[in-house]
Structure formats: structure tokens, C-alpha cells
């Protein structure tokens, strides 16, 4: 039998998944969990022919420029791969492969359960009954907004958008987006859903915007200082995507001067680091990047990397191949 690849996994995986990797592959296990640093990463890519990161590694074109000559995939754990560049991977003839799909409902769930706890005050609800502050029922007491009837905007149309919008129309939103292109007609007609060419317009409008796009250069910022300012007094933003495509200082700032009405965050721009406006303010939901964290989600990625290895190690084109020009 051909000898097993040598696969470097850098954090811990759910066990059924280490177990078949284990017995497919020549594989080194990261059990403690401890993200790795720079040089360990380093040392990892000099002799690994396969290495599995997530969001929490950076591989840049400097740790790039040490992989060893055996490195000849990257199967990242994670449909996100701003964390690697990808260009200069291929330019080394490093293949790059992700886990698209199979997180898509359940990023798209918390998506739903923030725009949810935003405009309904669910934390600062709950805050107040585990602290023992419920002294008897108000009329005019923890008011939020209703979402039914309220426009929502979707900016970046992809799986995840998509699976966000159906939710949203079953809560009795209507569905706007922003994409670099319109959705199929079908797609359009199945979600009732109105394309915005100019986010700006779009901005204007909404009563919730949810970003969904990828973080790539070109949407770095993409909600920037002056987006925000287009955004309605009462409106709401949610992010499950990337920190970076929402410029966070300014969005604390808004919020804090109650220009925004609210903000449910899964994501940050410089994570796990947090702007301290946002950690003080009471009209934000804000969670630790949990949008795929579910069993069954983290199992469904996990036989993803499996597959893209064992595809590309027999040869052939793995399934989840990343091409930079599609980012
Ligand atoms: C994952 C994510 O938890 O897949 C993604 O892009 O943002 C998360 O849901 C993480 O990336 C795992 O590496």
C-alpha cells in the first residue's frame, strides 16, 4: 500500500473526525488546542504534505515562503479563507480546498436568532432576570421592534444569504440584496426578492441588514464609515460573516450616539479582540464567532477536509477546490 500523506491538523477536531483521519492519513493531532504561533505554523508546513488550519491561523505569504517541498495541500476546516492566501499558495503549487455548504444552515439560524434578539432586546431580557431585576410586568416596559413587514438587506447573496433570506420571509420580512450580480430568476421569484445594484440605495432603505459576504479585498470595509452614515436611525445590523467587512469602530460609534438603533455581532474585525465601545453598549447582541458552532456541523466539515484530502491524494481534482478568481 502507498504510504499514508502526512496530514498536520492545527486545533482539535470533533473525535470521530481525528479518529477516521487517524486511519486514513499519517496524522498529527493538535489535542490541547493551543492555536499555534508563527513558528510552529512554520514548522508544521515543513514537513506536513497536507496541512488542515481554521480561521485562527494565518497563512500568509511569509509562513508561505517557509512551507517545506513536500506541502502540497491545504485543506482548510472552515468555508472562510481570507485567513490564507490563496494566490500565492497556487503560485507555490499549493492547492487550497474549503467547507462550503454544509454550515449554511446553521450560520444562516444564528443570523435569524440575532436580527431576532436585536430588535426583541432578548439579552438585556434575559440580563435583567438572571441579575433578579423582574419586578412585575409593564406596558411600556423592554420595547423592541416587530420584524414583520420590515425590509431586510442582504448584502452578499450567496448560500448563506440565501438561507438567511428564506428564514426572514417566513418572519415576514421582505428580502432586498446587494450582490456583485442578481440571483437566478427563480431564485428571485421563489424569495420574492428585490436586487439593489447600488448598495448605497440599498443601505438607505433597510430596516435589518445582514452581511453575508466573504471577506476578500474587494469587501474589506465594505460597510465603511460613510455606509453606515446611509443607514436609518432604527435600523439594524447583523454580521455573521466577517468583522472586517463592517468598519467596527464606526459602527460603535454609531450605535453608541443611538444613530444606529442596533447591532447583532457574531464576528469581529480584529478577533478575538472586541472594540471596548461595543462590550459597553446595551443595543448590542454580541456572540464568540459561534454562527457553525453545532455537532453536527463541525462533523459535516470535518468529512469535507476528509474527502478533499483523500480526492486530491488519489489524484484527482478535490471537490472544494478554492480558485482565487472566484473570491
Ligand atoms: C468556522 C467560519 O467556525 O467557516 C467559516 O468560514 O467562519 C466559521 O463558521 C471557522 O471558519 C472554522 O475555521
Redesign the pocket.
Known sequence: MAQKPKVVVTRKLPDPVETRMCELFDTRLNLADKPMSADELVEAISEAEVLVP???DRIDSRILSRAGPNLRLIA?????VDNIDVATANARGITVTN?PGV?TED?ADMTMALILAAARRLVEGANVVQSGGFSGWSPTWMLGRRIAGKRLGVVGMGRIGQAVARRARAFGLSIHYHNRKPVSARIAEDLEATYWESLDQMLARMDVISVNCPHTPATFHLLSARRLKLLQPHAIVVNTSRGEVIDEASLANMLARGEIAGAGLD?YENEPAINPKLLKLPNVVLLP?M???TVESRIDMGEKVIINIKTFMDGHRPPDRVIPSML
Request: charge should be neutral; hydrophobic fraction near 40%; charged fraction near 0%.
Open positions: 481554521t480561521v485562527t482548510n476546516f472552515g468555508a472562510g467547507t454550515l450560520t464576528v464567532h454562527g457553525s458552532a
